[in-house]
């Protein structure tokens, strides 16, 4: 079975230096995006991606990419984090698709942990009625 794939996009690489040690215990394959191709291609052909976008200065291409994801991989989560001043921006953003919307300040662990959780619920989505966790074969 093929590992889900976490896509960190910004305009830098802030998030996914910072990122990248704590997804190393998770069943993820970690890429990196700066441009909004580059991104869509990280998800093209994939089911279940999760996306990680950060708003950053123009958060109106940031809306439309996360319309882009959820076009190409329907089944993509995507976590979402934005500066103070775009935080009513938060319905747009889950009306197009993001699971999680963070405002920063926020420590990576933060994020992280809604990645972890969001991993978690698709698990438990997938597992027969009834199995426990820990019981799959």
């Known amino acids: 079975m093929q590992l889900p794939r976490l896509v960190i996009h910004e305009s830098g690489r802030r998030w996914a230096d910072q990122m990248r040690p704590r ?4 069943p993820l394959r ?4 700066t441009a909004r191709a580059d991104c869509l291609e990280l998800v093209r052909g994939q089911r279940g991606s999760l996306v990680f976008i950060e708003l950053g200065a123009d958060p109106v291409a940031m809306l439309e990419l996360i319309d882009a994801v959820r ?19 938060e319905l747009q953003a889950r009306e197009l698709g993001a699971a999680v919307f963070l405002v920063q300040p926020i420590a990576p662990s933060v994020v992280a942990r809604a990645i972890e959780q969001l991993l978690r619920a698709r698990t438990a989505r997938r597992r027969p ?8 074969s």
Do not use: F, I, K
């Open 23 to 26: 997804m190393a215990a998770l």
């Open 30 to 33: 970690v890429r990196h995006s």
């Open 71 to 89: 076009g190409h991989d329907p089944d993509a989560d995507v976590v979402v984090v934005a500066e103070p001043s775009q935080a009513s921006l």
């Open 129 to 136: 009625a009834g199995q426990r966790p820990g019981t799959e």
